[in-house]
């Protein structure tokens, strides 16, 4: 299983740069970029101040995707 987002699109439609969002809830815009890429899974913490910043539920910003070969 993995995390699914949709940082980059919510981000875009603010036309907000991932420095701008990082500057919002208080990571860098390196820290950004990775949530963005699915290198990195947010903190709960980070997750709720993401969308937060976006005015969103959780439920609308990130998914949990199940991946792999089914049995």
């Given amino acids: 299983m993995f995390l699914k987002n949709r940082v980059k699109e919510l981000r875009a439609r603010h036309d907000w740069t991932q420095g701008?969002?990082?500057?919002?809830?208080?990571?860098?815009?390196?820290?950004?970029?990775?949530?963005?890429?699915?290198?990195?899974?947010?903190?709960?913490?980070?997750?709720?101040?993401?969308?937060?910043?976006?005015?969103?539920?959780?439920?609308e910003v990130f998914e949990l995707e199940k991946g792999g070969i089914e049995t």
Avoid: H, M, W
Wanted: glycine letters at 12%.
């Fill in 20 to 59: 701008q969002l990082g500057d919002r809830v208080g990571v860098t815009r390196q820290t950004i970029a990775s949530i963005e890429k699915g290198d990195y899974v947010p903190s709960l913490l980070l997750g709720l101040q993401i969308c937060d910043a976006f005015g969103l539920n959780v439920e």
